[in-house]
């Protein structure tokens, strides 16, 4: 399960694609701010009429301004309508009193610390009230909160953030290098035992980020395991699968595959293993970019839509109410080695979903900020 060597040719193919993805994040995240609300929107999509402007999230808008803290007042304030992070997350905090949400709260903390907006006790109480070291709650969401507690420089409740790490430790599987999809101590369920793409990056990047600032080797080699493992179960072309068998690791069903896990959320969580353990991360990083800028499903085409400055969300089966993911789960679960076959075939994938949503190009712009792409660009020539 080791990571392979770089290759500085694979990297340099991707080098002219970072400038353009992030133009794109805040060129997208422009046009999905609603400045009359303050808030970003649940998404764009693709319709007959044109580009449509739907919903809000505060999620989202959390997860938009913790990319955007990354930039100049220059480009904030060209997506937030003259404003700049600062001012946006004071009102996200200001407004986000009825929150009661783990991953909303957690969310809003992070942006507010990586803004460097500091009246945000009232987030702190919320989120320790909340009990994420004990309470049921998503893998998800749980890593969001060690990752806002990291991201606070105040340094607000040590001993939370030390509890969430333990928690997130304890939860491991080191046999697949896998977490579980939910911290709640239920068992049975026909999918108990599988866990999706973003149970496994979230953990990956909070606890390396815990280890960077506290020097907890567990949580570093914990980390180090599970991205070792995932990094082994990608695909030759470079897509990132969905569904993972957390007692064996094995991919349990492949599609869809996602832009954001593509371009944002694995370099996210690979950048940080690499700036904790030293290790180069970059093959798979750029095996991922590879298949966002050629992907054999679309007969080498893209999902970055450059004509209409959005990057589509996902590539998947042609098929109904999610049958194949439900159907793979349900045949793991009598067997770990159980898939159901043909499936390739009856369900093709090559479907686009041709919508946008402000997390996306958030954690886009969080994982490549300006420094960080400038680094990718000399280390390739």
């Not at 500085?8 to 970072?18: D, F, H, T, Y």
């Not at 505060?58 to 220059?74: H, N, P, Q």
């Not at 068992?187 to 866990?195: E, K, P």
């Amino acid at each position: 399960m080791n990571v392979p060597a770089p290759s500085l040719a694979n990297v340099g193919r991707s080098v002219p694609l970072i400038p353009q993805l992030r133009a794109l994040a805040i060129r997208g995240l422009g046009r999905m701010y609603r400045a009359d609300e303050g808030v970003f929107a649940f998404r764009v999509r693709r319709a007959r009429d044109g580009i449509l402007l739907e919903g809000s999230s505060a999620r989202y808008t959390a997860i938009a301004l913790i990319g955007l803290a990354g930039e100049d007042e220059a480009a904030q304030a060209s997506v937030l309508a003259g404003s700049v992070v600062r001012d946006a997350c004071a009102r996200l905090v200001r407004e986000g009193d009825g929150l009661d949400n783990l991953g909303d709260v957690a969310l809003v903390l992070w942006a507010a610390g990586a803004a460097g907006y500091r009246a945000r006790s009232s987030v702190v109480t919320r989120l320790v009230a909340l009990e994420p070291e004990v309470a049921a709650h998503p893998t998800v969401e749980v890593a969001w909160a060690l990752a806002a507690l990291c991201a606070d420089v105040d340094d607000p409740a040590p001993a939370l953030r030390k509890g969430l790490a333990r928690r997130l430790i304890a939860s491991f599987e080191p046999r697949s290098g896998m977490f579980p999809h939910s911290l709640d101590g239920k068992a049975g369920g026909l999918r108990q035992h599988v866990c999706c793409f973003a149970d496994l990056v979230y953990p990956i990047h909070a606890l390396t980020r815990y280890a960077a600032l506290c020097g907890d080797t567990e949580a570093r080699d914990v980390a180090l395991r599970c991205a070792r493992a995932l990094c082994s179960r990608q695909a030759p072309e470079g897509q990132w699968w969905w569904h993972y068998d957390r007692r064996t690791g094995d991919v349990v069903e492949r599609y869809p595959v996602y832009a954001v896990h593509q371009d944002a959320m694995a370099p996210m969580a690979l950048f940080a293993v690499q700036d904790a353990t030293g290790i180069d991360m970059r093959v798979p990083i750029s095996k991922g970019l590879s298949w966002l800028m050629h992907s054999p499903e679309l007969g080498g085409g893209t999902l970055v839509d450059t004509r209409s400055g959005l990057i589509w969300r996902k590539v998947a089966r042609r098929e109904r109410a999610k049958f194949s993911r439900y159907a793979q789960a349900a045949a793991s679960r009598v067997h770990p080695a159980l898939r159901v076959p043909g499936l390739d075939l009856l369900f093709p994938a090559g479907i686009i979903d041709y919508e946008d949503r402000p997390y996306h190009l958030g954690w886009l712009l969080h994982a490549w900020p300006a420094a960080r792409a400038a680094q990718w660009h000399e280390a390739a020539r």
